[in-house]
């Protein structure tokens, strides 16, 4: 707990970047995606992924089936389709050794995508992704301090939480006020606040395409404000899930 409190001092939630500022984020080239999955049978084995995608376009087409075949995916996401390959692209097997315990998942998972993200540095520097998104909750969290934010402060690059469920602290409940906001969510794109009892706005809900009705829980990471992080979001969506987490899971 004394460690998680020390890095939480060092987040940044507020745009430290020129393309965060940039009308159509202008300047943004490369997004990253990363996620930790765990092989069904609960033997400690997972996988650590981080993707690269470039950006406008997202390109993500052209990927090799299990067969051999290429698979051709349209990942325009408000952008123009671009068909080629991920600029980069790894998943390696890990073994998770460290239990777990409600609020500190940042310390079971993130060693794994740090590792990730320095061996990209170190391979391919020129690839290095200028913002990542996360497959989880940033600043939404029981201590202000989920894995996006832990993530971002050891990679010291912008990050962002993109959880698929509401993670209830301060207040927040998925009850039937929280179920009629999600009605108000009509098209891609809208939105509404996720304010806490304490009065702090902890994330915004997001409604990602028009063809799915759950919502996105995104929230602050490292190094981007709220406004920012949405906006970038919702330009990675073609369907519900951004498109640099959906190619990671």
Known sequence: RSEQARLRAAVVAEDTERWQREPGLGGLQRVGGVDVSYVKGGDGGACASLVVLGYPGLEVTARPSAAGALRVEDASCLQVAVCSQVLYEECRMVAVSAPYVAGFLAFREVPFMVEAVQRLQREQPGLRPQVLLVDGNG?????????????????????????????????????????EQIRTLQKKGD?????????????????????SSKPLYISVGHRICLETAVHLVQSCCKYRIPEPIRQVE
């Open 139 to 179: 600043v939404l969290h029981q201590r202000g301090f989920g894995v996006a934010c832990h993530l971002g402060v050891l990679t010291d690059l912008p990050c962002v939480g993109v959880a698929k469920n509401l993670l209830q602290v301060d207040g927040l409940a998925k009850d039937e006020l929280h179920k």
């Open 191 to 211: 939105t509404f606040p996720l304010i806490g009892t304490s009065g702090a706005v902890l994330g915004m809900a997001l409604r990602g395409c028009d063809n």
